[in-house]
């Protein structure tokens, strides 16, 4: 059974017992402690700081920027901001910049007058070379679990077996990157390339090792999850694409939330174009003339060299599952890349339409964007 649903049932239950209102307001929604990480509370100047950070399920704005080079006016803009959620990379892991005060801005923004809950972005399916673990002479086949280059063109990044030894004490050895991520105040981890299982390389190597790829993957995320919350119950888990994965009550029971990139629009390899390309809408439009012959000259470049990216998928497929994940009672985030303004306005109004929690940027992720209000 969902454990949201045996919860329910076991309040229920309670509700009966105690001759207790069934009517909630929106006080009683502010006041709800059913986690470490709870909804903001007004007017209260002594409320300690766990109190004050949104959980997942009241964020309504939030940023993902994820900078290896972020600079304290950006911190500045960051906290003094009203976003509830910040995602941020995990910067000491990138090998320029191991001294990076992260313990210091992460806690500025739990104490900024309007607190955020802030995750660490990992990417747990491929390898980059400009983190700190990465080794002189590392390539694809060497170390061995290295299996191919980026199906969608990012220089730098290498799809991996992640089920390896090797890559797993990368992130839950003792001197590993989770641990450090909890010890610079992380209020949990979002989750990138969760769909390595799909990828045809990591495929073909999981076939030759005798093992299945999207069960492995769903193994991983359960195993860093449980390290998070060994240490931290409230420790968040946010899994980025692979929505098909919904399909395993196993994982819907890891996380606490989902994220899907480019619903809509994409852009290109290392942001080239950074953003405006949308995807079909519906699956009749997939691989037709028609619709490549609407896109601009740079996204025409994306969908002509990369014949595996995400504008050869539809809009309909991804909100096939996102409508699931919402009826499953999980948090949907949406990300989204365009610049031009009525592409952006019309995110923003059709992913909170389906109840989603939307982002837009650019392809890179790289530059501050202030919070959609309107």
């Keep these: ?91 000491p892991s990138e090998a320029n910049n191991t001294d990076y005060p992260m313990a210091e801005v992460v806690d500025q923004f739990h104490n900024a007058p309007h607190a955020k809950l802030v995750l660490a972005y990992i990417d747990i399916g491929e390898a980059e070379d400009y983190r700190t673990y990465w080794q002189p002479g590392w390539g694809i086949g060497d170390p061995e679990w290295i299996v191919g280059d980026d199906p969608d063109g ?112 994409d852009g290109g390899a290392d942001n080239d174009p950074p953003g405006d390309c949308p995807l079909p809408r519906t699956e009749a439009d997939v691989d037709t003339e028609t619709y490549r012959q609407s896109l601009t000259p740079g996204c025409q470049r994306q969908y002509d060299e990369y014949p595996e990216s995400t504008l050869h998928v539809s809009s309909d497929e991804y909100l096939l599952y996102l409508r699931r994940a919402k009826s499953m009672g999980l948090p949907v985030f949406t990300v989204d890349y365009a610049l031009h303004p009525d592409n952006v306005n019309w995110i923003y109004e059709t992913s909170r339409g389906l109840g989603f929690v939307p982002f837009v940027g650019n392809r890179a992720l790289d530059e501050f964007v202030e919070p959609f209000d309107s």
Aim: proline share 4%.
């Design 154 to 265: 990012w220089a730098g990044n290498y799809p991996v077996a992640y089920w390896w030894d090797e890559w797993r004490e990368i992130w839950t050895g003792p001197d590993g990157y989770l641990q450090a991520i909890i010890d610079v105040g992380f209020d949990g981890v979002y989750l990138d390339w969760v769909e390595a299982f799909s990828d045809e390389n990591v495929g073909e190597f999981a076939r030759l090792d005798g093992v299945d790829a999207r069960q492995e993957m769903i193994w991983w995320v359960g195993d860093i999850a449980e390290f998070g919350r060994d240490r931290n119950p409230g420790f968040v888990v946010i899994a980025q694409n692979a929505a098909e994965l919904l399909e395993s009550g196993e994982y819907v029971e890891i996380i606490d939330a989902i994220a899907q990139e480019q619903v809509w629009y």
């Design 1 to 91: 059974m969902n454990k949201r649903l045996l919860i329910l049932g076991v309040m229920f239950s309670l509700v009966l017992a105690c001759n207790l209102p069934l009517g909630r307001n929106e006080e009683d929604e502010a006041s709800d402690v059913s986690n470490p990480i709870v909804a903001p509370v007004d007017g209260d100047e002594n409320v300690e700081l766990g109190s004050k950070i949104p959980s997942v399920e009241a964020i309504r704005n939030w940023l993902y920027l994820i900078d290896v080079n972020l600079e304290p006016e950006v911190v500045e803009q960051i906290a003094e901001s009203n976003f509830d959620m910040a995602v941020l990379d995990f910067i």
